[in-house]
């Protein structure tokens, strides 16, 4: 039996400046993409979940690619180390190649791979290409981690400005080095879901040059869309890098708080269970799960909260600046623990990331590493007078709006702000006696 090298796609989906693809064609000359529907994720997902029609959209474009060169993606749908087994007992495997995920869940299923394979007599070889630094490239003097934005962006700009990063092209050379192959790819239907059509999954990049002075108002509809085409690895994050430094620094700002929350995930796992800074472990959150609903719902009374989740509940997207009111409204208003937010938004959210959702949710809730000040509790109304104020955004998602007749306010602000001061006082005062 030919032996065979495998490249397995997972956070990925294209086919130019891919690291760990790239490698894998470079230096062998059967290479197969293979892609596995991995069921204890599905398992959980509803059955029109929009990022399983973003991945089957985008298994489809690459195999349209790939069928230019004779070859194609080979889709498997089960549990990935179950999948692997067989792949063994099929083919000749030589090679296992694949890009770094750096997701706890990831990792320990890699680790399993890597066992199994290595066990067979296959190499697995895995590479850096979903972030643009790793956990141990960007640190402190000292060789330990930064936990503060700021110094860490320095240090990244620095280390930027030293490293020379061509963005490869196409090299038609390396075309003949596909498997071929013809597996068509499995419709949805097959795998126990249905196509999402509400949602829209373009990026645009016309806003970059201009995108500090429009990124707050939600109203102008300018953001660019990229998060779950970085998330699915369609875009690749080097040529968004080398694209924005050109353009606008407030955007590849955006683009290094990225690599910022995945080295802090990396380093500190423990803020996928609770807070960053131990400190604030014991807050005593009112938790109501009434409340938590009309959150949810968009119900709340407050007109620019209810647009944004509106907005989630319908389009799998929220506008970045109403991101950080909905947050603080949760949290400091209502005082409901960050993750009940945080796993909310996980669920929807077509560009949730792991390491971004939860360092963005304890940045919002003043227990991560890098947080607003936990006395600082937007002011809902104030910050729709600043980014909304003729109401264009929130007239868009509330068809219906009328001030005058809109629904009652679920909490009252001043007082909301006066308890949530006081409540967060109370549990440093705990941790500190």
């Known amino acids: ?51 399983v029609t973003f991945i089957w959209q985008y298994l489809e474009k690459l195999n349209k690619e ?36 750096y997701e706890p869940r990831a990792i320990a299923r890699d680790k399993k791979v890597r066992f199994l394979m290595e066990t067979n007599g296959v190499n697995y070889l895995d590479f850096k290409d979903h972030v643009f630094f790793e956990k141990a490239e960007v640190l402190k003097a000292d060789g330990t981690p930064y936990t503060i934005y700021t110094p860490y962006k320095n240090k990244w700009l620095e280390k930027y400005a030293r490293t020379n990063i061509e963005i490869p092209k196409k090299e038609e050379q390396l075309n003949a080095c596909y498997s071929k192959s013809n597996f068509e790819i499995p419709s949805l239907k097959s795998i126990g879901f249905i196509e999402n059509k509400q949602q829209s999954f373009d990026y645009d990049l016309k806003g970059v040059d201009n995108y500090d002075q429009h990124r707050d108002y939600p109203f102008i509809d300018k953001t660019t869309r990229l998060g779950h085409h970085l998330r699915f690895g369609t875009i690749s994050i ?73 907005q989630l509940n319908a389009t ?45 949710w304890q940045w919002a809730a003043g227990t991560g590493c890098d947080s607003a000040p936990y006395f600082r509790v937007f002011n809902p109304t104030l910050q729709q007078e600043k980014f909304d104020k003729q109401r264009s955004y929130i007239q868009h998602w509330i068809p219906d709006f009328n001030s005058e007749n809109y629904l009652k306010p679920i909490v009252e602000h001043k007082m909301a702000r006066v308890r949530a001061i006081d409540t967060y006082k109370t549990a440093l005062e705990q941790y500190e006696a």
């Open 1 to 51: 039996m030919e032996e065979i090298t495998f490249f397995w796609l997972r956070r990925d989906f294209r086919l130019n400046d891919n690291t760990g693809l790239n490698s894998a064609l470079r230096n062998n000359s059967n290479v197969q993409l293979v892609f596995i529907y991995d069921t204890s994720i599905l398992d959980e997902l509803p059955k029109d979940d929009a990022r």
């Open 66 to 101: 790939l069928n230019a060169y004779g070859s194609s993606v080979l889709v498997k749908h089960g549990n990935p180390i179950e999948v692997w087994k067989e792949l063994l007992s099929e083919f000749n495997i030589a090679n296992l190649y694949t890009n770094r995920d």
């Open 238 to 310: 080097r040529s968004l890098v080398a694209f924005s430094t050109s353009k606008n620094s407030t955007f590849l700002s955006e683009l290094i708080w990225r690599d910022f929350f995945s080295q802090i995930l990396a380093h500190f796992p423990h803020v996928l269970e609770g807070p960053f800074k131990k400190k604030y472990a014991n807050i005593e959150w009112r938790n109501n799960e009434k409340e938590f609903q009309l959150w949810c719902e968009g119900k709340t009374g407050y007109p620019i909260v209810d647009a944004g989740m509106r």
């Open 316 to 360: 799998g997207f929220m506008h970045n600046r109403v991101r950080m009111v909905v947050a603080s409204f949760l949290i400091k208003h209502l005082l409901i623990d960050w993750r009940w937010g945080e796993a909310y938004f996980a669920e929807k959210l077509l560009d949730f990331d792991l390491a971004s959702n939860n360092g963005n």
